[in-house]
Every structure is written in C-alpha cells, then in structure tokens.
C-alpha cells in the first residue's frame, strides 16, 4: 500500500507568490490552490512569464498575445488574486533564457508582494511542457536564493496514468509516498476563472478530464527543502 500524503493543510503563509508559464497555467492548473489560500487569508500575487502567444488553442478570434493577456488579469480579479505580472518572455522558448534572468523577476515579484512562500508546477511540468519546466527551475532557484520555500503543484499517479491511457497526454504523476500535501478544495472559483480563458478552455480539452479525475482534491511536493 503508497503511504499517505504527510498533510491535508497548506502552510500559513501570509503572502504567497504564484509563479506561471502562461496565462491559464493560474487557472487551469492552480487555480483551486489560490484560491485555497486565499480562502485562508493569504495575498495571492502571480508572475506569468510569458503572453502565451504560441498556443495551439485558438478559441476565439484575434490576437492570441493580446488575448491572453485579457484573459489572465479577468481570471485573477475572479479569484481575487492582488498583483499580477505579465513578462514577455517567448512562449514555448522559456528553457532558452538565461535562468538568472527568470530568477531575477521571480526574485523581483516576490520581494514586492512580501512573498513568504513560492508556488509553481512540480519540477516536471505536470504536463512536460518544456516552459513549466523551466517556470519551476525559476521558482526553485529563486526559492533557494531567497529563503523562501517553494510548493510545486502535482498529480497523483493514478491520474497521470489515465489521462495518458485515455489522451497519449504526457502528464507526469507521483505516488502519495512522493506527495506532501493533498487538500481538499472547492472548484467554484477555478471554474469561473477558467470560463475566463475562452481562447483555452475549448470543449474536449485534456485539462478538463484532468479537473474530472481530481474531484476535490489538489496535490503539492515541496520544491525545496523547508517546511515553512
């Protein structure tokens, strides 16, 4: 039998930064975390790292760049996130900036949010994808240079494994022996969030069968080595 999942609580931190690939990424993915925290009385603040303008989503006319951008500061106001910052770095290229580049805006965001503690994707994407990556590596590292601990949002195995039997989806899971937190959270407001990216949340879409298959639960692993 996997051992469980060492909490069921988020840490208590005050002001808490959410660090992002592209727009949706606060939503789709973290959405039901922010607003977990949120819920706690945390200031949730997000950096996104790029406009998102390499999608292969389009589901709406015009300019995915411009788009996305709209969409990601109405999908905040929803979930009642207090900053956000939107860089430009290229979208799909992240893993060939320089990392002290993306560590110094990670860096930057959480010193004027009062960040306290850093959350990301796990450091496998979740998904593969090379910017989540490389989004991650930003948070761990700029973690590590701050002192601030850094929780990567996961997926159970199990799941991982369904949404691959089902979609040949490349998303990345962990036993609950490997998961440190999995908290129960409600959907609501990721729900409306993510009704925020029209030019995403297209019908048939993975994240959606994703969002099925985790119920009420979320799951995170410490990125680093505190336990703040």
């Known amino acids: 039998m996997n051992a469980r999942p060492q909490s069921t609580l988020l840490p208590s931190w005050g002001s808490v930064l959410a660090v992002v690939a592209h727009p949706d990424d606060e939503s ?7 607003d977990s925290f949120i819920a706690t009385g945390a200031r949730v603040s997000v950096l996104c790292l790029t406009h998102g303008e390499a999608s292969s989503l389009h589901g709406v006319e015009g300019e995915l760049r ?11 106001q929803v979930l009642g996130i207090t900053n956000v910052r939107l860089a430009s770095y290229p979208d799909g290229a992240l893993a060939t900036i320089a990392l002290e580049d993306l560590v110094g805006d990670v860096v930057a965001a959480a010193i004027a949010c009062g960040a306290v503690g850093l959350i990301a994707f796990d450091i496998s994407g979740v998904t593969g994808h090379p910017d989540h990556i490389r989004a991650t590596e930003a948070a761990v590292a700029a973690g590590a240079t701050s002192g601030l601990g850094v929780l990567g949002w996961t ?16 998303f990345v899971g962990h036993d609950n022996g490997e998961i440190h937190i999995a908290v129960e959270v409600s959907r609501t407001l990721q729900m409306r969030a993510v009704a925020c990216h029209p030019s995403q949340a297209v019908p048939g879409s993975v994240l959606w069968r994703r969002l099925e298959l985790l119920g009420d639960l979320e799951h995170l692993r410490w990125m680093s080595s505190l336990r703040a």
């Open 155 to 170: 997926l159970p195995v199990e799941v991982a494994g369904r949404l691959a039997e089902e979609f040949g989806a490349p």
């Open 66 to 76: 411009d788009l996305r951008e709209g969409e990601l500061r109405d999908a905040a």
């Open 28 to 34: 789709f993915g973290l959405g039901a975390i922010i």
